[in-house]
C-alpha cells in the first residue's frame, strides 16, 4: 500500500508562492500512477488542481494553469507550486496517487496539508 | 468542463436506512465516476470506481450504479460510521471535476 505524506509551510504571505511536496513511501514514483493535486478550501468541497507522471507530463486545471508548476523530485517525492497566491487559494492540500490502468480513480491519499495565505 | 450535480446536498437519516445519493454530469462520461466519502478533517476515501466496483475493504452495503450522465451512490444499511460527507469525481476527461458533495447526518 502506498503512503503518502505532504510537507511544507503552513503560512504563506499574499502574492507570494505555495510550495508543498508529498513524499510517496511503500511504492515508486516511477510505476504507473499519475500523481495528484486536490485541494479544499475551509468547509468547503474538493477541486482538482493537477496531476503528473514520472516522466514529467502534466495536467492543470485551466483555472489555476497560469500560477501551477508540478514537479518530480529525487528521492520518491514529487512537488507543488502555487504563485501569486490570495487568501483564496487558503485550503487543505491533498497529494493523491491516480491509477489510470483500464479505469482512473484516486486510490490514497496523504492526510492533508493546511495552508493558510495571510500578512 | 463537465459539471458534477449531487443531490441532495444534505439528508439526515436513521441508522438501518437505506441511502440513495444521485451525481448528474453535464455531458456523458461513461463509466468513469468515482465516489469517496470524507470524514471530517480527514482525507477522502475511495468507495466506488468505474461507477459500480466496489473498492478492496469497503463494506458491500455500498454499491453504485449508472452510465452516461446518471450515477447513484447507494448505502443498503446505514450503520454509524457511514455518516460523513460523499463526493462523485468524473475521470473521463480532463480537468477532472468533483460533485459538491452530500452530507449524510444522524437523524
Known amino acids: 500500500q502506498v503512503h503518502l505524506q505532504e510537507s511544507g509551510p503552513g503560512l504563506v504571505k499574499p502574492s507570494g508562492t505555495l510550495s508543498l511536496t508529498c513524499a510517496v513511501s511503500?511504492?515508486?514514483?516511477?510505476?504507473?500512477?499519475?500523481w495528484t493535486w486536490v485541494r479544499q478550501p475551509p468547509g468547503k468541497g474538493l477541486e482538482w488542481i493537477g496531476d503528473i507522471y514520472h516522466d514529467g507530463t502534466t495536467n492543470y486545471n485551466p483555472s489555476l494553469k497560469s500560477r501551477v508548476i508540478m514537479s518530480i523530485d529525487n528521492s520518491n517525492q514529487f512537488s507543488l507550486r502555487l504563485s501569486s497566491v490570495t487568501a483564496a487559494d487558503t485550503a487543505v492540500y491533498f497529494c493523491?496517487?491516480?491509477?489510470?490502468?483500464?479505469?482512473?480513480?484516486?486510490?490514497?491519499w496523504g492526510q492533508g496539508a493546511l495552508v493558510t495565505v495571510s500578512s | 468542463d463537465i459539471q458534477l450535480t449531487q443531490s441532495p446536498s444534505f439528508l439526515s437519516a436513521s441508522v438501518g436506512d437505506r441511502v440513495t445519493i444521485t451525481c448528474r454530469a453535464s455531458q456523458g462520461i461513461s463509466s468513469y465516476l468515482a465516489w469517496y466519502q470524507q470524514k471530517p478533517g480527514k482525507a477522502p476515501k475511495l468507495q466506488i470506481y468505474a461507477a459500480s466496483t466496489l473498492q478492496s475493504g469497503v463494506p458491500s452495503r455500498f454499491s453504485g450504479s449508472g452510465s452516461g450522465t446518471e450515477f447513484t451512490l447507494t448505502i443498503s444499511s446505514l450503520q454509524p460510521e457511514d455518516f460523513a460527507t460523499y463526493y462523485c469525481q468524473q475521470l473521463n476527461s480532463y480537468p477532472w471535476t468533483f460533485g459538491q458533495g452530500t452530507k449524510v447526518e444522524i437523524k
Open positions: 493523491a496517487s491516480t491509477v489510470s490502468s483500464n479505469w482512473a480513480y484516486l486510490d490514497n
Open positions: 511503500g511504492g515508486s514514483i516511477s510505476n504507473s500512477n499519475w
